[in-house]
């Protein structure tokens, strides 16, 4: 699990924790990483820390043969890491905009290279790619994540082709997620006037969570949709992608700022739960807001129920109505 020390990462880990997983966690931040070591043991899973920065092409090998060394092979990964930061394009310097891009882009490209070293071999595993809603639609003062998450739609949609294509036992699948109530708001790299926050609605990392597990064990699908905000914003931007940009001009500046005064320093360069820090957790300051629990993500792992009881609907339907027709 990358960037396992905080939000969905943190979530994540714990999730597979408790279904009694061994789960080896990569982040930078040391404090973070022993935090989560800790809930991952308790939760009911064995733990192995590796620090890594996975902007490090070497240092993400290194850390993979690490991974089978310790628990034998990699059965699942999931490249979730990320850097990022909020402010207008040209407020954003050419090495912080490199930043992003090999942590968020390239980050998830080393990883997948660690992973499929060792599991093409084997011809068994499955690669979770964490995605975004903004891996289809833009939106102002987050570009250079945006253009990351794109690129990961685009690399991964590759790949999945020259796996099926090799008729491969591999399995490579995208998870596209809501906001979600997670730390990086009070850690992220900040030039707007206010304090950065998810735009409404929000959902708890474990929603997220939920949805990638799933994903792990059904890595056939080659994409999930988690919250209903996904699947309005990617279907509007399909249908009418110049009215949602309008839109976004609009109203994007100001759902994505709280009042207040923030640091704005950011984790760009080194971790917020590195030594000098802390840990965050799973969770940011949002829980009086966020949601517990998505009824499209439900529906969307669950779509074979959803089918049988849509079919049963519909034949009792037209059961009545041919009652009603005949009487």
Known sequence: MTGATAGVGRATAVAFAARGDRVAL??????????????VQRAGGEALVVPVDMADAKAVDNAAEQVVDAF?????????AFAGLFAPFTEITPDEYRRVTEVTYLGYVFGTRAALRH??????????????ALAYRGIPLQSAYCGAKHAIQGFNESLRCEL????????????QLPALNTPQFDWVLNRMPGRARPVPPVYQPEVAARAIVHAAGHGRRREYWVGGSTVGTLIANAVAPGLLERYLARTGFDAQQDPGEHGGVGNLWSPADGPRGRDFGAHGRFDGEARPASSQGWA?????????????????GVLAVRKLTRN
């Open 300 to 316: 969307s792992r669950n779509r074979g129920r959803v089918a049988k009881a849509l079919a049963v609907g519909v034949g009792v």
């Open 26 to 39: 990569l982040a930078r931040g040391r404090e973070g990483l022993a935090a989560a070591a800790d809930e």
């Open 119 to 132: 599991m093409l071999p084997r011809d068994r595993g499955t690669i979770v790619q964490v995605g975004s």
């Open 72 to 80: 034998g092979r990699i059965d699942v990964w999931v490249n979730n």
């Open 164 to 175: 099926l294509h090799q008729g491969s036992g591999v399995r490579t699948t995208m998870v």
